[in-house]
């Protein structure tokens, strides 16, 4: 048996302990704000919180997630007002919008460990998230109104 | 309710809609509860608009929205035109139902076709509550005005909400076109300027709903393992360790397609269980024994090579202009080259996906299509029942790119419901996308010229040659289709002789229309060779193509092969693109140098004119840095200012994924691609930078949008990898090239 906090809320699981956590999330607990895209870690879709570092729920396993604090799109913030949320919403951001849960919660990680990102860092940080519709100017526009520095 | 038949064949719909939308029934909603299970509106004066006596407004989104904004564009368009605020409206997405007319959200249309339509809808509406007013008063309808959710009767100060007049508007007979008054530019309140994207809270939130999202009662997952070789079959299937993986409930199969191919699924073999992911480890389980089919020979290196032989002979005339042959046999200054474009894979960042439940001899399907039309279509051709017993439910679409128009995967879940007796969600893997897409074509190009002192071209011969789509619905088609009218018969050079030719290819793959389609590869060597001709003249770029342009001129179907009829060609908007591209960009004073280097390229496609200068840097290392593109685009009115900048924003993304890096191969009749690592998209460090965007104030009719602005990234980029290092691109993707 699995035990795991997913948005606050403890959750038990005892089917195959190898299922990404990507799955679980999606198909068990009905959290489909977090994507599918590429299975492997490639895209950053699937980007969750463990424990409050950016993780790719498509390559860590139930096992991997036991005993762990997950925390999903629709858990980072009770109103959807993370200030993450609320540049992108201000920047129009998303395009097609799929992959944006993952771009967000991969920045709001990002801002928890640098608060005032450089140009580089939100490179470095933001490299594993494909847009195939190619919003990265916004994103990076919107990362940096989040971190209230000059754009 | 009342039956409300306000549109008839001769009235609204046959004027509303513009060249290219189709329209077969017009009959708007039926009395009894609608297919979809909801109310209609109590008025419903067109098919894309209700209201209900208390003010609220319901406009219907008949088009998919794929991350372009159409789902708050077109509503927004009748919004104003009613006048009416936009917090009162909500927004419905249509099912599939012909009554709308076109909604494949394919071709960069949506605004182009619909613009007119939701203005009339928004128009007609406002007219006849004016009417209704004037009844309730006893005065003229020309005395009575219909703005912000009111009409006013001036004379005697009277108000009456739309609300309260809209049981009495139901009950008046549908205006005629001509009677129709618009709002003048000037009133407009949203046309022009734009809104946030009705589905931004949504996505920022995780609750938008795409199609992998789509949730119903009792369903079960299903992984397919298709034909590894296109044209392939299923021989036998020994499936029972698949059965023992936990949460499996069963296999099945679907049966291959019969040629040609249209949109019918692949076939192969189902894995239908609990989740997504117990179906995938079952079908890992499977083992299928095939029958490889006739593609088996097919391999990008040898195909590579029979396009080239075909476009180094004459070819089969698209159009044709003065003599070449004589030109070039005169001698003189002789350029040549040869452009190749490979394959590429759509790879939206939602691969296909659907639900479908198929229930007493009728499917309900829920999927991220562009075009729920074709899913009725195609559903209905497989199952063997009729077009109406089909209802789909469009989702949203993560990403589609032209993908999504095809609706094989849709008729996979159907197909697969009826034989579970559940609803089914298949879920393509990426593996599965990039191994069983609709290719964009692969083509080789070959381009000849003589030039005179000046290296102005006094003859100009081009020839392609690239699968064609047509292969789709016909075995037989080897030459390019509407493919001609992008790029190609329609370069727009003011040169004396000129011929461009299309050469016969075979399709080993199924061929698909992808994000611009042939101007792709057909932008990519004319406006490569342009500027090649440029450095041989070592004439300026923006200066020398202003001359290839020529003087400012309209062409139209007589004199050009265009692809769409009605618009026309007017070359003094082209040359007004480069113009300003030039200056936005302050191209006068760049001076490209080793390592740093600028490029330009202007292609015109899906109406809209788009010139792109593309700054580039490259380190020690052949790394490839986009500082910055500028784009000038003229794409005639705009409706939604920020959504057409963003488009073209992400269109200079999908233009340097593909030009850098986009490649897919096949081997042995396999595709060699798999996922994001061996097929790569530009991740945001190796994206533009910052892309400007300048919009050309315009009053001609609203042109393309999505699309135009991916063709000249391509060319501009690898024009501007030539000024910064004197390597000339001739094949993509340019990491094939060592570039230092």
Known sequence: ?151 | MTRIDFVSRRGFLETVFSAGALVIGAQILPDEARADGTAAPAWQPTVYLGLEPDGRVIVTAHRSEMGTGIRTALPMVLADELDVDWNRVRIEQAIGDRKYGDQNTDGSTSIRSFYEAMRQSGATARLMLERAAAAKWRVPASECLARNEQVAHAASGRKASYGELVSLAAKLPIPKKEELKYKSPSEFKYIGKGLPITDQPGIVSGTAVFGLDARVPNMVYASIEHPPVFGGKVKSVDDTEARQVRGVQQTLQIPPFKPPYAFQPLGGVAVVADNTWAAMQGRKRLKVNWELGPNTAYDSASYKRILFETVRKPQKVARNVGDVDAEFAKGGRIHEAEYYAPMLAHAPMEPVNAVAEFKNGKVTAWAPTQNPQAVQDTVAKALGIKNEDVTCHVTLLGGAFGRKSKPDYVAEAALLSRQVGKPVKVVWSREDDMQFDFYHAVAAMYVKAAVDAKGRPTAWLQRCAFPPIESQNDVAARFGGFEQGMGWSDVPFDIPNHRAENGPAEAHVRIGWLRSVANIYHAFAVQSFADELATAANRDRVEYLLDLVGKPRKLDVQSIPLNTPGYGFDTGRLRNVIEKVAEQSGWAKKKSRPGHGYGIAVHRSFQTYVAAVVEVEIDPKGTVRIPRVDYAVDTGLVVHPDRVRSQFEGAAVFGTSLALMGEITAQAGRIQQTNYHNYPVARISEAPRDVHVQLIQNDAPPAGVGEPGVPPIAPALCNAIFAATGKRIRELPIKKTKLV
């Not at chain 1, 396993?61 to 604090?69: F, I, L, P, V, W």
């Not at chain 1, 919660?105 to 580089?120: E, H, I, N, S």
Request: a positive charge.
């Open chain 1, 1 to 151: 048996m699995i035990e795991l906090k997913v948005n606050g809320a403890s959750h038990r699981f005892d089917g195959d302990p190898d299922m990404p956590l990507l799955w679980y999330l999606r198909d068990l607990l009905a959290l489909t704000g977090t994507k599918y895209g590429c299975g492997m870690g490639l895209c950053g879709s699937c980007t969750v919180h463990v424990n409050g570092g950016a993780a790719r729920s498509c390559v860590t396993s139930m096992k991997d997630a036991a005993g762990k604090n997950i925390t999903t799109i629709e858990g980072l913030d009770t109103n959807h007002q993370h200030p993450v949320q609320v540049a992108w919403e201000k920047v129009n951001v998303a395009q097609c919008g799929y992959c944006q849960a993952g771009q967000i919660m991969q920045a709001a990680a990002l801002l928890v460990r640098k608060p005032k990102p450089t140009d580089r860092d939100i490179d470095e940080a933001m490299e594993g998230n494909i847009c195939r519709c190619g919003t990265y100017s916004r994103i990076r526009q919107a990362i940096k109104m989040a971190a209230g520095v000059k754009a």
